[in-house]
């Protein structure tokens, strides 16, 4: 994830589009998601491991504030795997999922973090690849 900086001259008559892009990821970095889980394994996307050129590439955990909640009880305490492993970042979680379930936050084979059922957390992930620490 990166802000384009056009250099002058650069992109004439489709500047607006950079423009955006860049838009919808200030817009994460400040923002609050709201973000619906239906299973007790998922995984939080901070940005594409291999990003495509032309497109946003803009996800869900670009966003800093996430309040985590379900349609109703999912059956069971979540796994929630923030990916890519070497990305090293911050997030403000909170955990209004149904039925007392938490929400277990891992990103490689380093330590955990579990943010209880009806608590938030700040949570940081140090990116270290595959022995990454939550």
Known sequence: MAI???NTGEQSGTWGDTTNFNFDLFDRLAGYKSITLSNTSSTLTVRPSSPS????????????????VDGGDIGGNVT???????????FLFQNALSGSRDIA??????????????????????????????
């Open 4 to 6: 384009e900086k056009p």
């Open 53 to 68: 050129q032309g497109s946003s590439n803009v996800e869900d955990g670009m966003y800093r504030a996430i309040k985590f």
């Open 80 to 90: 929630l795997t923030v990916g890519p492993n070497t990305s090293s970042t911050f």
């Open 105 to 134: 936050v891992t990103q490689g084979s380093g330590g955990n973090v579990t943010v209880a059922n009806g608590r938030s957390a700040i949570v940081y992930c140090d990116g270290a690849g595959s022995g990454a620490a939550v």
